[in-house]
């Protein structure tokens, strides 16, 4: 009786859970602004900040937008595309690097 009751009004979450989710994202992001604070440069720097934005991203669609209580099906949904989208860029990032190559190789020979 009280399943039947609490899947017609809806489930509800303890306020903890947020609170504790916003504290999460409040020490990511104070992590984030340390990168720029501590002058890091280079890959280490982008990797942070990539690293620190998808960790909250992640809790953000997960609890915020209530996917971690989603069906299977609606999670794939959504996830599978971005993460598609990642490996066409990384397949392309070593098809560019092939390309530069040939370019430079077969250039250089006409010009000489």
Same mark, same amino acid.
Do not use: C, N
């Given at each position: ?46 990797? $942070? =900040?990539?690293?620190?934005?998808? %960790?909250?991203?992640?809790? +953000?669609?997960? #609890? ?14 959504? $996830? =599978?595309?971005?993460?598609?989208? %990642?490996?066409?860029?990384? +397949?392309?990032? #070593? ?18």
């Amino acid at each position: 009786m009280a399943h039947a009751a609490a899947s017609a009004e809806g489930q509800q979450h303890p306020v903890k859970l947020y609170l504790v989710v916003w504290g999460w994202l409040f020490v990511l992001s104070a992590f984030s602004y340390s990168v720029d604070y501590f002058h890091l440069q280079g890959y280490l720097r982008w990797f $942070l =900040i990539l690293l620190l934005m998808a %960790l909250k991203a992640g809790l +953000i669609v997960a #609890f915020f937008m209530h996917m971690a209580w989603e069906r299977l099906a609606l999670i794939y949904a959504i $996830l =599978i595309p971005p993460v598609a989208v %990642l490996v066409f860029v990384g +397949i392309m990032v #070593f098809e560019s690097d092939y390309t530069l190559f040939m370019r430079e190789t077969f250039f250089r020979l006409g010009q000489g």
